[in-house]
């Protein structure tokens, strides 16, 4: 008699196990839910946050500004709770930096530390550089890159 109880008990409680589990994923790694057009707006902000920032360095890079896309994918999807059409991708784009002199990357990096502040964001220091969140949500970032050591402009949206 108790068998007949238990065995659904199990099942039951391990059903709802796993749905906690998606559930505990969404909420840490997921992000918003955004259809595609509002993903795509979302990532045209975020790479015109950063090409602003880019155009905004005193002194300039040597280059156009150039985005390359990093991915960000949420382990929701892999559990396929989403439907066809949205996305929990938070759009990162970076740029690499490239300016003439070493010492143009410190001079760049006050001159927006400055001009962050001026706008009234706060400016946070982050490994060899510094950050802010932008009114929008956009978090930038011009640091030494961990990998090469060579100076990056990051936007993530968030």
């Not at 602003?52 to 892999?78: F, H, I, M, N, Q």
């Not at 011009?142 to 090469?148: A, F, K, N, Q, S």
Request: proline fraction near 4%; hydrophobic fraction near 35%; charged fraction near 30%.
């Amino acid at each position: 008699m108790k068998s007949k109880i238990v065995v659904p008990a199990l099942g039951v409680t391990l059903v709802a196990l796993l749905g906690l589990t998606a559930k505990a994923c969404e909420t840490v790694q997921g992000g918003p839910v955004h259809s595609t057009g509002e993903f795509r707006d979302h990532v045209r902000a975020t790479n015109r946050a950063g090409e602003d920032t880019y155009r905004s360095l005193s002194p300039a890079p040597a280059k156009e500004p150039y985005a390359s896309r990093e991915g960000s994918s949420s382990c929701v999807d892999d559990f396929g709770f989403d439907d066809t059409g949205v996305s929990r991708d938070e759009p990162i784009l970076t740029w690499d930096l490239d300016f003439a002199r070493d010492d143009d990357f410190r001079a760049a990096l006050a001159s927006l530390r400055t001009a962050w502040r001026k706008d009234g964001h706060t400016v946070e220091k982050v490994d060899n550089g510094i950050a802010t969140t932008l009114d929008d949500g956009i978090r930038v970032t011009l640091h030494l890159d961990y990998y090469d050591g060579e100076p990056e402009l990051r936007a993530e949206g968030t």
